[in-house]
């Protein structure tokens, strides 16, 4: 018996497993786990796992690069794989050349992911969605040149508000260069409107006409999603049929069911503005003869009055108030110098009695100095000359002698 080395041993076995033809390619059912995205090399790592067996499994960047979806812990999947045994640690794993949903399709998934995913970044919530501009001046329209759907946007604008310009930025609306295409669109109306170039629209239409979710794809696509979110000019997505969503639909501003009712929620109608006009017209019309007409019995009302009627009404009312304000005036006037006499004669009625005069009538007599009136015999001098005042005159007299009552 011949000794081999560990390595000989798996590179034998490898051999033995690639050689047979029913583990060249095989249909594999199982759900998966422990997944690894290795992010630097693209590779993908994970186990493959029924009730009762498990089996590792790589997908290589080659083919991971197409998958629609991104594979997760749980799901159940079919894998197209080749079987091998790894060499450098014997382990007996599977290499998958294409991975699908058991179930639902890999776009289905792959939608239902990405619509989880932003919807959690809040890029569907609806307070950040932007009103519509009412009377839009411009309107730019994504679509592809040809078709349907351009021609039911352009027939609906012109039919409805022919005052509109109509921007055109024809893309591809389904492939693989759809995307970008739709992308750079939205970039190019958004650098106008930073530039503030003269065609900048103020609304956006873009949009496909039905197809199937193949034929919609573009328009689900991440990269198209964020230029959609991100574009400050307000989007409304109008993309296959009433029954069609698309990521697009619910990132926009507005979703629109077909691309002509998005150019009816794009602008007005021509044919309702005018009526409205002739509506408000005659509202104010209404309103202007209500209010002539107040105007006028008010100033019938002021005609009448008589101070317009008799222009001296004014003059002659105030002469009256004057007339009146001189009579209180007067009688106030009166009753004060009335008053003013009662009390003067009360005072002058005191003074007369209190009145050296009124004494000296009676008999007495004042006796006065150069210095003042005598008080007593202390106010005068021996030979001093005196002053004695009687009822008729003056007495002059000489002090001779004074005697002081004891």
Not at 251 to 280: G, N
Not at 385 to 390: E, G, I, P, Q
């Amino acid at each position: 018996m011949t000794v081999i080395t560990v390595s000989q041993l798996n590179r034998y076995v490898r051999s033995l497993i690639e050689s047979d033809a029913q583990l060249g390619q095989v249909l594999l059912s199982g759900e998966i786990s422990n997944f690894v995205n290795h992010y630097k090399s693209g590779h993908l790592y994970m186990s493959l796992k029924d009730e009762n067996a498990v089996v590792k499994a790589v997908m290589f960047r080659s083919q991971a690069m197409h998958l629609r979806f991104v594979p997760e812990n749980g799901m159940k999947v079919i894998a197209r794989a080749r079987v091998s045994l790894y060499e450098k640690d014997g382990a007996f794993q599977v290499y998958i050349d294409d991975l699908q949903p058991d179930g639902a399709g890999a776009l289905q998934v792959a939608f239902e992911q990405l619509k989880n995913r932003l919807s959690a970044e809040g890029l569907f919530d609806e307070s950040r969605k932007r009103p519509l501009p009412r009377y839009p001046k411009r309107v730019g329209v994504i679509t592809a040149a040809t078709g349907a759907a351009v021609r039911d946007i352009f027939n609906v604008l012109g039919r409805r508000y022919p005052l509109a310009e109509v921007v055109l930025l024809p893309v591809l609306v389904q492939g693989e260069g759809a995307p970008a295409q739709l992308v750079q669109a939205l970039t190019t109306f958004e650098n106008m409107r930073k530039t503030d170039a003269p065609h900048t629209p103020d609304v956006i239409i873009i949009g496909r006409g039905g197809g199937s979710l193949e034929d919609l794809w573009a328009f689900n696509d991440e990269t198209v999603a964020r230029a959609v979110a991100n574009c400050t000019i307000p989007v409304i997505s109008a993309v296959g049929h009433e029954t069609d969503f698309t990521i697009c639909d619910f990132v926009a501003d507005l979703r629109a069911p077909t691309p002509s009712a998005a150019a009816e929620l794009a602008v007005p109608d021509t044919r309702e503005l005018s009526e409205r006009i002739l509506m408000l017209r005659s509202a104010a019309g209404r309103a202007l003869n209500v209010a002539l007409t107040h105007r006028q019995n008010k100033l019938s009302l002021l005609k009448s009055k008589r101070c317009l009627t008799s222009p001296l009404y004014p003059v002659e009312e105030r002469m009256m108030r004057l007339d009146g304000t001189v009579k209180r005036f007067s009688a106030s006037a009166k009753l004060a110098l009335s008053r003013a006499d009662r009390r003067l004669a009360a005072a002058a009625g005191k003074l007369h009695v209190l009145s050296p005069l009124q004494v000296i009538s009676r008999g007495y007599a004042t006796v006065h100095t150069d210095k003042g009136l005598v008080h007593s015999v202390n106010d005068v001098v021996i030979d001093e000359l005196l002053a004695v005042r009687v009822a008729d005159g003056t007495i002059r007299c000489k002090v001779t002698e004074k005697e002081v009552l004891s």
